[in-house]
């Protein structure tokens, strides 16, 4: 598979042994729902830039095609809070 055909489909389309945007998408959500029904007050999740992105996709409702757009810097840390029923975004990319 060429790289143009892939970075014209990447949420459907898988590149050789990994998985597509949307799988990943599942994979993450799912989890992250998992981690919302827990009585917990704190987490702290260690993880890469991409599935950092695919929570903030998520969380702000955008199209899972505009993921490309959310810079994660590399060794950076961002914090999402539950406040009530909402998430919120408390800050992306601090050192």
């Given at each position: ?40 007050r ?27 757009r ?26």
């Amino acid at each position: 598979m060429e790289l143009h055909q892939w970075s014209q489909q990447f949420t459907h389309v898988a590149p050789p042994r990994g998985e597509s945007y949307n799988d990943l998408f599942q994979r993450c959500i799912t989890f992250w729902e998992k981690l919302m029904e827990q009585p917990i007050r704190q987490a702290y999740i260690v993880t890469h830039g991409e599935v950092i992105r695919v929570l903030l996709v998520h969380i702000l409702g955008m199209p899972l095609q505009n993921i490309f757009r959310l810079q994660v810097d590399y060794n950076s840390v961002s914090m999402i809070h539950f406040t009530g029923n909402q998430l919120q975004i408390g800050y992306i990319n601090r050192r």
